[in-house]
């Protein structure tokens, strides 16, 4: 469907789109009532909006979707933004707004058909391995290898900070398939079954006490030699889609959510401090710092790395404000996990309970690629400037030094 900005059925069809949204927002009571835990409560939510029609609205018709655009996404957003359940959560963001778009965009038929709808209809959760103790920023080094064995590939190596690994059911994996090339040239992307002997999950847990993040062995994993999306070799550019596709969903807010500026103007109410004029410049600080993340969202076409930076430098003001406003609330802590039990997001915080968002927001900086990865990224493919030097980009990976 294309652009409906000059087509004069565009507002009836919104219009009615939107009535179509509404009627199942007004549904989400019953169909969540009774549900076992968030994960339980995400499932339900995820089956019935793909069973409603909404939930691939921007996926081919052939891959069970409708082949709307921009302006039903979007609509959809916003009807369904104040229901009981909104987004995806509870683990299942990954997937849904990053592995499963990456294999609509470039994976086989067979890998669409075998994982879109089960992962859309929250059937599946997604994990994503990407980082390596060696490989963070400079993610082309990574060292995890996969060997052809007959019609399977057998993994080996390690990664970390892989958020939801605990939960999930499938990762979509990079790993090294060819040393002899230079290091963006040999890397693949695998779909990995995580329930098999082969991979141990740990968990890894921050300052706030939760376990967000995982640290992956792989030890003679197995994925099928047909489970690989793109094509061998092409798994760095395939990453990057993917990590477009997470960029876009952090900037729009999926994931860590910075503390609301709803909740500081609560908090400064409390505290006595709405008439304190460095206050209310830090508040309406803030108030234009989320209506710009929200701008850059409605424009079509942009980078994403600009919203994800916007995203990250809010979380940060709001917890450096929050930490002012609470002091001393805003370090009391009792020791207990503060507040956040989800696998994939935290919890939001509670008005007496301010230092888990303030320790937590610098995650906002990490998650997705750092600020410094973000600058580099617009300074290379939207400013056109230089790359920054490198001696390694152009010789066989098995020349380069590098640990494992």
């Known amino acids: 469907m294309g652009d409906l900005g000059d087509d004069p059925t565009a507002e009836p069809e919104l219009a009615e789109f ?4 509404r009627a199942f927002a007004n549904r989400l009571p019953e169909i ?3 549900a076992d835990g968030s994960i339980d409560r995400t499932r339900r939510f995820l089956a019935a909006r793909y069973d409603a029609g909404l939930g691939a609205l921007d996926y081919p018709e052939v891959d069970g979707g409708r082949g709307l655009d921009r302006q039903h996404v979007r609509a959809y957003q916003e009807e369904i933004a104040g229901s009981e359940l909104g987004n995806a959560g509870a683990g299942f963001g990954i997937g849904i707004d990053m592995c499963l778009p990456t294999i609509r965009d470039h994976g086989s038929e067979e890998l669409r058909q075998r ?3 089960p992962g859309l209809r929250g059937d599946e959760i997604w994990c994503q391995l ?3 103790p060696g490989a963070g920023s400079d993610l082309a080094g ?3 290898r996969a060997d052809r064995d007959g019609d399977e590939w057998v993994v080996n ?3 970390v900070w892989t958020s939801g690994a605990s939960v999930a059911d499938l990762g979509i994996l990079l790993a090294r398939t060819d040393w002899d090339v230079p290091k963006h040239a040999g890397i693949s992307m695998l779909v990995l079954p995580m329930d098999q002997p082969g991979v141990e999950v740990r968990p890894l847990h921050q300052m706030t006490g939760v376990a967000h993040f995982n640290e992956v062995f792989l030890d003679d994993a197995r994925v099928p030699s047909n489970w690989i999306v793109g094509t061998e070799g092409d798994g760095w550019r395939m990453a990057v889609a993917l990590l477009a596709h997470e960029r876009s969903s952090i900037g729009r807010g999926g994931g860590r959510q910075p503390i609301p500026v709803d909740r500081l103007l609560e908090l400064a109410r409390s505290t006595g401090r709405t008439d304190d004029p460095l206050v209310r410049q830090d508040l309406a600080r803030l108030h234009t710092g989320s209506q710009i993340v929200r701008w850059l969202n409605a424009r079509p076409g942009i980078h994403p ?3 994800k930076l916007w995203r990250s430098r809010q979380g940060r003001e709001a917890a450096d404000v929050t930490a002012r406003l609470a002091f001393p609330g805003g370090m009391a802590w009792l020791g207990d996990p503060m507040g956040a039990t989800e696998p994939d997001r ?3 915080p509670t008005s007496d309970h301010w230092a888990y968002g303030i320790c937590d927001s610098r995650a906002l900086s990490l998650g997705g690629g750092t600020d410094e990865v973000q600058r580099n990224t617009l300074g290379e493919r939207v400013l056109g400037l230089s790359r920054e030097p490198t001696t390694d980009r152009d010789i066989p990976f098995r020349l380069v030094p590098h640990n494992g």
Request: net charge negative.
């Open 32 to 34: 969540l009532a009774g």
């Open 142 to 144: 990574l060292t995890t």
């Open 305 to 307: 790395s600009i919203s």
């Open 157 to 159: 190596g390690q990664k």
């Open 346 to 348: 935290a919890v939001e």
């Open 115 to 117: 994982f879109l709808q």
């Open 18 to 21: 939107r009535s179509e949204v």
């Open 130 to 132: 990407y980082s390596e």
